[in-house]
């Protein structure tokens, strides 16, 4: 079992031993915490912490209260552990970062680590066990990321996460649809349907996923609930392909044999805006950075210039 088990879909929480870790509720210990968390792959400048978290302050004011919130921090999570493989933080004069070797549980590890292992492969070709992890990674979003928190960073990565969320479910309705599990398919597209009435992809493999399970009436009821989504939210109609497939399901001819459209790509091109917003965010920070060595430099050279 792992020292510690972090939560940070839904409510963020720390258990040590399945109870909540002490020592974590200052807003800005938990921040720090989570922002490394997420950003775990790379070590991250003391400068550009400050600067982040701390926005609003000076500079020395921004890394006096770094500081203490690395205190706290290493206090809560027993950072002073003799073995180095114990510690979940890495701490350096200049630089701080998730130590890969600390023994801990990371929901949101788990679930990037499943998508990576199929992210372009369409769901129609995944294995037992890939679909197996995905399912696992479904089960592991119990809400969107750090619910209640508002700040930049964490808004650009709740909406990378939603996507993937969103692309894992794609690719398992796919893989069920394969493997004759219409009533699982079914399970995952309403997931999608209630994020995301309007969607019209996922739709469509309701449609078929109801009328394979030998449900026709659904199936068309279906083609009515996605025409009423489409005009509600989108003031747009049923494209093509969609009044297609309902004039098939409609005069029961679907061919069942003929899979309608790869799953190659579902979601996944979303993520590029949120890559550039990502780009854009740490293009502001180390603006920010700049401006704040920018200041303290003019106030030094003016206490040169009255010496």
């Not at 190659?264 to 590029?272: A, D, I, K, W, Y």
Request: aromatic share 8%; hydrophobic share 40%.
């Amino acid at each position: 079992m792992p020292s510690l088990k972090i939560h940070l879909f839904g409510k963020f929480r720390v258990l040590s031993a399945d109870r909540e870790l002490k020592g974590l509720d200052s807003s800005r210990v938990q921040e720090l915490l989570c922002y490394l968390l997420l950003y775990r792959d790379r070590p991250h400048p003391r400068e550009t912490l400050a600067s982040l978290l701390w926005e609003a302050s000076s500079s020395a004011q921004a890394k006096k209260y770094l500081r203490q919130a690395l205190w706290q921090l290493q206090n809560a999570l027993g950072a002073h552990a003799d073995q180095e493989g114990e510690r979940v933080l890495l701490i350096e004069p200049d630089w701080i970062c998730l130590n890969p070797k600390a023994d801990l549980w990371l929901d949101i590890a788990i679930f990037e680590n499943a998508f990576a292992s199929v992210q372009g492969l369409p769901g129609e070709e995944m294995d037992a066990d890939q679909a197996s992890a995905l399912n696992i990674a479904v089960q592991l979003y119990q809400g969107d990321l750090l619910e209640g928190w508002y700040q930049d960073w964490c808004l650009y990565e709740r909406e990378r996460l939603q996507n993937i969320w969103l692309a894992i479910l794609e690719k398992l309705i796919a893989y069920c649809e394969v493997q004759k599990r219409y009533e699982e398919g079914i399970v995952y597209g309403r997931c999608v349907l209630r994020f995301d009435r309007a969607h019209e992809r996922t739709h469509r493999r309701m449609i078929r996923l109801q009328y394979l399970a030998g449900d026709r009436t659904s199936a068309l009821r279906q083609y009515q609930r996605c025409c009423s989504a489409l005009d509600e939210e989108l003031g747009v109609k049923p494209a093509r392909r969609t009044k297609a497939l309902y004039q098939q399901i409609f005069a029961d001819s679907l061919d069942s044999t003929t899979f309608p459209e790869k799953s190659v790509g579902t979601g996944e091109f979303s993520l590029l805006p949120n890559m550039v917003a990502r780009l854009n965010q740490l293009k502001q920070v180390l603006s920010d950075v700049h401006s704040h060595v920018s200041q303290d430099l003019d106030t030094i050279e003016r206490a040169l210039d009255g010496q």
